[in-house]
């Protein structure tokens, strides 16, 4: 029997399995018991005979052997370089047949290729147009730091990865032990996101300016976004085309929709007296205004509340501008 391998595409329309991969449906029985690899035409994958068989038409001496003669000529340009290797900084994109999805490499590929032509691809963008037909969904699997490798040495075994958390809607990091485990494991946390996007509520996407596009060129805008670390939503410059769905014309636009339930103080009912009535001078964040505004309260403590001594205070919390990464997903 075959191992069945789930969640991948079959091959392309168009795209014919080699005659030397095909098994015969007349072959006779084979009782024999040696490691034989077939293709497995539907999976997309050389798979190993769960019980050994016999040499015959359709099976090869190794998983190489099969990925060669039959795996890699299905993916076409899609088939993987053979050695990557220079230390020129320029990122380049491939698709790995292994992990079923697209991958950065900061560096150069040699020029050795596998036999059919396995191609590099200047973006993200153009690797998954042309190869995600072969791509298996990793966000949909477990996340699986693998195993320890007994022939490597125990400093190299460990390695940080990233993981997509299906349950919290995140890329995480992941402390990969260097052997088995699964797809759900990307090299660069810059991959996780936008392979795993599709799975993500719009609150929890990273914030992306986009690129610069046609009357837009020059003419960043401010926006909001929602940033689940602080549970806030903060402002950052969007240069008009691409990004994704986390900015929000207005800040009002961007609390209602992501930091109802936030414990952030900004994001909470600052419980106003009739009048502004009170002993103590106090400002407060108008997440509908956008706006750190005075007032009075006849408790002293801002303790865990939308209270804050000096508008600069008030400022500096709750019109914040987002410090982490923007440029996600346009590289």
């Not at 909001?224 to 670390?229: A, E, L």
Request: glycine share 10%; charged share 25%.
């Amino acid at each position: 029997l075959l191992l069945t391998i789930a969640g991948l595409t079959a091959a392309a329309p168009g795209t014919e399995v080699p005659g030397v991969c095909k098994i015969p449906e007349d072959q006779p029985p084979c009782r024999a018991n040696l490691p034989a690899w077939v293709y497995n035409k539907s999976a997309g994958y050389c798979e190993k005979l769960a019980h050994g068989g016999c040499y015959k038409p359709g099976s090869f001496f190794s998983e190489e052997d099969c990925n060669v003669n039959c795996r890699d000529p299905v993916l076409g340009l899609c088939a993987a370089p053979v050695k990557r290797s220079c230390g020129s900084g320029s990122k380049q994109y491939f698709f790995d047949p292994e992990m079923r999805q697209c991958s950065s490499y900061d560096g150069c590929f040699s020029t050795g290729r596998v036999s059919n032509g396995g191609k590099t691809f200047s973006s993200f963008k153009d690797c998954n147009d042309t190869c995600e037909r072969f791509a298996q969904d990793p966000c949909l699997l477990s996340q699986d730091s693998g195993k320890d490798c007994r022939e490597e040495p125990a400093a190299s075994r460990t390695k940080t990865w990233f993981s997509f958390n299906s349950e919290k809607g995140v890329c995480e990091a992941l402390n990969y032990k260097g052997c088995a485990g699964n797809r759900n494991r990307f090299r660069d946390e810059k991959d996780c996101w936008k392979v795993c996007a599709k799975h993500m509520k719009t609150c929890n996407l990273p914030l992306s300016s986009g690129y610069a596009c046609g009357h837009h060129k020059g003419k960043a805008v401010r926006v909001y976004g929602y940033n689940p670390k602080s549970e806030k939503c903060e402002r950052f410059m969007y240069k008009g085309c691409g990004g994704n769905n986390n900015k929000f014309r207005t800040a009002r636009d961007c609390w209602n929709t992501c930091a109802r339930a936030s414990s952030n103080n900004c994001a909470k009912d600052p419980n106003l007296n009739v009048d502004g009535i009170g002993i103590y001078q106090r400002y407060y964040y108008d997440r509908g205004d956008d706006k750190c505004k005075f007032t009075r309260f006849f408790t002293k403590s801002n303790d865990g509340k939308n209270r804050f001594y000096t508008v600069t205070e008030c400022q500096k919390e709750c019109k914040a501008y987002y410090k982490g990464e923007t440029n996600w997903m346009e590289d």
